[in-house]
């Protein structure tokens, strides 16, 4: 490239899937392990999904960017987990979006409730959600999740 010449910004066409039937799990693994969610087996992420009521996949071309699912009841509560973008394509609203998306999937439901890492309460905020003062919860491994400040000791 010349000092004269520009490089043009890459542009990407988006596409959003709602079922699991051509997942490739490994790359939905690896979308975690980078997004940074952490360690996720897609043998796991292949039952979570399959039992769960709303799935999203948000894809670049052919490259899995994005993805969030849904526990829910069908009336009273749905729970979004697993909501994740790809760190080359943060901070260009796709995160809203995919939350949205999956927000409207919910929308019969009576509350909609997700946890959240560390620091990113401002961004859900912005997307309706509110602090809950009496949520609590039972962990299988709790010290990476206090040591993380997902959850407190109870004192």
Not at 110 to 122: M, Q, S
Not at 142 to 154: D, F, L, R, Y
Request: hydrophobic letters at 45%.
């Amino acid at each position: 490239m010349s000092p004269t010449e520009t490089m043009q910004p890459v542009t990407f066409e988006y596409r959003w899937a709602y079922d699991s039937e051509t997942v490739d799990w490994a790359e939905l693994s690896e979308l975690y392990r980078v997004a940074p969610l952490g360690e996720k087996a897609p043998v796991d992420l292949a039952t979570v999904f399959a039992n769960s009521r709303f799935r999203c996949f948000l894809y670049a071309g052919d490259r899995l960017v994005g993805a969030g699912r849904v526990l829910a009841d069908g009336l009273d509560v749905a729970y979004l987990a697993d909501v994740a973008i790809h760190p080359a394509h943060q901070g260009t609203g796709l995160g809203s979006a995919l939350v949205q998306r999956l927000v409207e999937l919910s929308s019969g439901h009576k509350k909609i409730i997700l946890y959240a890492n560390p620091g990113t309460e401002r961004f859900y905020a912005r997307l309706g959600f509110h602090r809950m003062n009496t949520a609590l919860a039972i962990w299988k491994e709790p010290e990476p999740a206090i040591a993380t400040g997902v959850i407190s000791p109870m004192t």
